[in-house]
């Protein structure tokens, strides 16, 4: 069974450009999950998908940030623009809806200069 | 606020011998769920072990288990025998179903190390 994938694994940006991730969850998980995690921190949920809809926003900083999972499969976290705060790996999750059972994906590091 | 606490930023062991991990939680919720998820240098987060907060007798998993204080609101992890492989952070973790659907809060984490 294929894992979660991720692109691109390592970003490096100035402070107010914009950047895209991108994610491919498991095949057949409806619900999907951004997480971003600071350098020594636990992650922290930014949005949830159940299929292409959004369960959970609440901590998404939406003057920046930006998701979306068009036909409630792959879906595109964007910042724009980025701030030096905004550096942190960028996790995807998919579940099948067990509580708390998610699948992770590699993360995208990204550092904003 | 539901919030976990790691107090412990950096353990270490040596290999074969047990280490255990600690957490504490703080929610209003009775029905609720546990977990552990390790994450090792190359940064892929994989669950451990999970502990169903109705459940009173304590989950395991090969090597790992846990004690569940549900009263004290604590859920500590012990590694027996422990491998080079398990040198990783671990991050405790709780999911509230009726309020926060299936979304993970976690704690801070702990740097575990194993010397050979």
């Known amino acids: 069974e294929a894992g979660v994938a991720q692109s691109p694994r390592y970003k490096i940006i100035e402070k107010r450009q914009s950047v895209a991730f991108w994610c491919n969850p498991i095949?057949?998980?409806?619900?999907l999950y951004w997480y971003q995690q600071i350098l020594g921190q636990g992650p922290k949920l930014l949005i949830q998908f159940q299929n292409n809809g959004v369960v959970d926003d609440s901590q998404l900083p939406k003057d920046r940030f930006s998701a979306e999972r068009l036909k409630g499969v792959d879906s595109t976290l964007k910042i724009q623009p980025a701030k030096l705060e905004d550096s942190a790996v960028y996790l995807c999750?998919?579940?099948?809806?067990?509580?708390?059972?998610?699948?992770f994906g590699p993360g995208t590091r990204l550092t904003v200069l | 606020a539901q919030t976990v606490t790691q107090s412990q930023p950096e353990m270490s062991v040596q290999e074969a011998e047990t280490v255990t991990l600690s957490c504490t939680y703080d929610?209003?919720?009775?029905?609720?769920?546990l977990f552990w998820y390790k994450q090792p240098p190359s940064r892929q987060m994989i669950l451990v072990i999970r502990q169903e907060a109705y459940k009173q007798q304590n989950a395991t998993e090969n090597r790992f288990s846990v004690n569940f204080q549900k009263a004290a609101k604590s859920f500590s992890l012990k590694i027996s025998d422990s491998q080079l492989g398990d040198t990783a952070m671990y991050f405790c973790a709780f999911s509230i179903p009726e309020t926060s659907g299936s979304r993970l809060t976690f704690g801070e984490g702990t740097q575990l190390t194993v010397n050979p």
């Open positions: 929610t209003s919720e009775s029905n609720y769920y």
């Open positions: 999750a998919s579940s099948l809806g067990t509580p708390g059972r998610q699948f």
């Open positions: 095949s057949g998980h409806a619900t």
